[in-house]
């Protein structure tokens, strides 16, 4: 099953990503990670991708298209895939289904995680994030065991430089307009599903498993 996770930064894609991922063992494929790990082992895609990230602006569509392409050819991903953050604009939307189509596929669900604005802000600015793993936590919703220690690897928490205060302002507004296209771009299609992200992380999970079931 091929599924894309569209949502404003904050919604919770990467949260419910990697639950998914273990549920039904597909890749979570997130264009926000791949470039944050360029940038950590400053490679020429990293050097290129920081100016964007830090300032929370769009990598350039031509970069990202090319990175997912790529991708999603790799033999994991032969019985689908979870795109998170990918696509964030039309060009790339479309750019998603011309390359599917040349594989003989389809997106099979685009699950939107729909969240108001307010609760972005305290998502985000809450979130801490480990070093070694790239493990979310939240300080309230979602703390780890032992303070700013990760609970899977004990590596240290630390907050994203893309999660201050205007940056995520900047984000969000960024992304706001873009994210209507898309909505309206999968309703066409046909494939658009939605899931209010009100209540904790697992009770969106079980909503999510309910819109999902056991189509995979
Ligand atoms: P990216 O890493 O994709 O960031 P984003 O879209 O801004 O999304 P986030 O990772 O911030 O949020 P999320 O929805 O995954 O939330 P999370 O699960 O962590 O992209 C970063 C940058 O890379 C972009 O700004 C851009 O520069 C570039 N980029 C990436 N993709 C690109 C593309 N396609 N084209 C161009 N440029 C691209 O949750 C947030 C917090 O809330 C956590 O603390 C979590 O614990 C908590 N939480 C989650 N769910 C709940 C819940 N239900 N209740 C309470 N708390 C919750
Ligand atoms: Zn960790």
């Known amino acids: 099953m091929n599924i894309v996770l569209l949502g404003l930064p904050g919604a919770g894609k990467g949260t419910q990503a990697k639950k998914m991922s273990q549920e ?8 926000g990670d791949i470039f944050r790990q360029a940038i950590r082992e400053e490679t020429p895609l ?20 090319g990175i997912v392409r790529e991708r999603i050819q790799k033999d994991d991903c032969d019985n689908g895939f979870i795109l998170d ?12 289904t011309g390359m599917l189509e040349d ?36 300080v309230v919703y979602n703390p780890p065991k032992e303070e700013g220690i ?9 907050q994203r430089s893309d999660d ?12 706001k307009e873009k994210m209507e296209d898309l909505i309206e771009y ?22 999510i498993q309910e819109i999902i ?3 995979v």
Do not use: W
């Not at 990293?46 to 298209?65: F, M, Q, R």
């Open 85 to 96: 953050g990918f696509p964030r604009t039309l060009n790339q939307a479309r750019a998603l």
């Open 213 to 215: 079931g056991a189509g």
């Open 150 to 158: 990760c609970d899977l690897c004990k590596g240290k928490l630390i």
């Open 46 to 65: 990293g050097k290129e991708a920081k100016k964007y990230l830090d300032s929370g602006e769009l990598v350039p569509d031509e970069i990202t298209i």
């Open 103 to 138: 594989m003989g596929r389809k997106i099979d669900v685009a699950l939107y995680i729909k969240v108001k604005e307010e609760e972005l802000i305290k998502r985000l600015s809450g979130r801490r994030v480990c070093q070694e793993c790239g493990a979310a936590y939240h």
């Open 24 to 31: 039904y063992n597909l890749p979570h494929i997130a264009t």
């Open 186 to 207: 999968y309703r066409n299609q046909g494939n658009l599903k939605t899931v209010e992200s009100t209540g904790g992380i697992d009770e969106v999970f079980n909503k």
């Open 164 to 175: 201050k205060e205007e940056t995520v302002k900047n984000r969000i507004r960024i992304n």
